[in-house]
């Protein structure tokens, strides 16, 4: 009679995340890389699935790549326009879109979600936990005319695709690099997580219409695999902007968004060592003033990567996402 396996081999395989700083070549040779996401320019990025080149500058000298590893077995490959990676378990999924070959921003984003949906329909992995979404002057345009607000109503159409299913934890940013691609990666999964919602702000969908007419749809977090993957956090309470145009007092009511978000999720640890954030910030010139500020506040903080880009609210100098181990 032969022994049972051990019970790893029964075990869902386990996502990890981190900032590092080996040679992409390195890292793409390991067998238990799910994904590298450089930033900015990051020259000779080989042409691989589980590869995506952000646009998006890094305000740090030696910007590191995010690493996504699993302790699973990793497969990875294409289709069409799609690149995905997966464990079986989680699956990373990347692609870009010419907004030109869509009539713009608001086709560009309705193709994307439309695809998306349909892509993990198909698959054994089909609950988004998080997406990051990523396009050239998210502020460009007045009123409802804004870049920002029509990516949001071709995301809503595009989102019908996905069925019923709750809406993802999300980023949205503005690049400053005046490429007309949308850029969008994310991360589902087998089993749903549980979507977290911040008692501090309306949830983005019930924002009134003076914002746009299709509110954003995204979840304030996604709690799963002990994890809170932490949407794009700014100074928004209730529904509002608050301290228009005032860094400081920004960087605290985020954090104070941060915290309740955390609190909310049921974590039993506060925001630093089992947090890693990447914080976006207009301003690049604004760097060093964040980076002490976290320092002072976030002292034994897991990873922080500060780049630049453009928050969806004029009025708005920063926004901070992440990942948080629940325990
Ligand atoms: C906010 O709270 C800030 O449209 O996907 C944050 C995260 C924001 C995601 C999105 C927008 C999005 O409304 C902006």
């Known amino acids: 009679m032969s022994s049972p396996p051990p019970v790893s081999e029964f075990a869902a395989p386990s996502l990890a995340f981190g900032f590092e700083h080996a040679p992409v070549a390195q890292l793409l040779g390991q067998a238990d890389v799910l994904a590298v996401l450089g930033f900015g320019a990051t020259p000779g990025l080989p042409d691989d699935p ?101 990516f949001c109503q071709g995301r809503a159409r595009g989102m019908r695709t996905l069925d019923g299913a709750p809406y993802p934890a999300a980023t949205a940013i503005g690049r400053q690099d005046g490429v007309r691609v949308l850029q969008v990666y994310g991360l589902a999964a087998r089993r749903p997580g549980t979507p977290v919602e911040n008692p501090r702000q309306v949830s983005a969908w019930r924002y009134p219409r003076q914002y746009g007419p299709t509110a954003p749809t995204f979840a304030r977090g996604m709690r799963a695999d002990a994890r809170l993957l932490i949407s794009g956090t700014a100074a928004v309470v209730g529904h509002a902007s608050a301290h228009h145009d005032d860094l400081a007092a920004q960087v605290d009511e985020t954090l104070a968004n941060l915290a309740s978000l955390l609190d909310t999720a049921g974590t ?51 926004e901070i996402d992440g990942v948080h181990r629940l325990r």
């Open 268 to 318: 039993t640890m506060p925001l630093g060592a089992p947090s890693q954030l990447k914080a976006y910030l207009r301003d690049p010139a604004d760097a060093a003033f964040v980076a002490a500020a976290l320092a002072a506040r976030l002292p034994q903080l897991g990873g922080l990567l500060l780049l630049a880009g453009d928050i969806c609210r004029r009025e708005l100098l920063i």
């Open 50 to 150: 589980r590869v995506l080149r952000v646009g998006l500058a890094p305000l740090q000298a030696a910007a590191p790549f995010e690493v996504w590893r699993s302790s699973g077995t990793v497969a990875c490959g294409r289709d069409g326009d799609l690149r995905w990676s997966g464990d079986g378990e989680h699956l990373f999924v990347a692609f870009e879109v010419d907004e030109a070959a869509h009539g713009g921003i608001a086709g560009a984003a309705e193709y994307a979600y439309e695809r998306l949906g349909r892509f993990l329909a198909g698959c054994p992995t089909p609950h988004l936990w998080r997406l990051w979404n990523y396009l050239d002057a998210i502020n460009l345009g007045d009123g409802d005319d804004e870049r920002y607000r029509r």
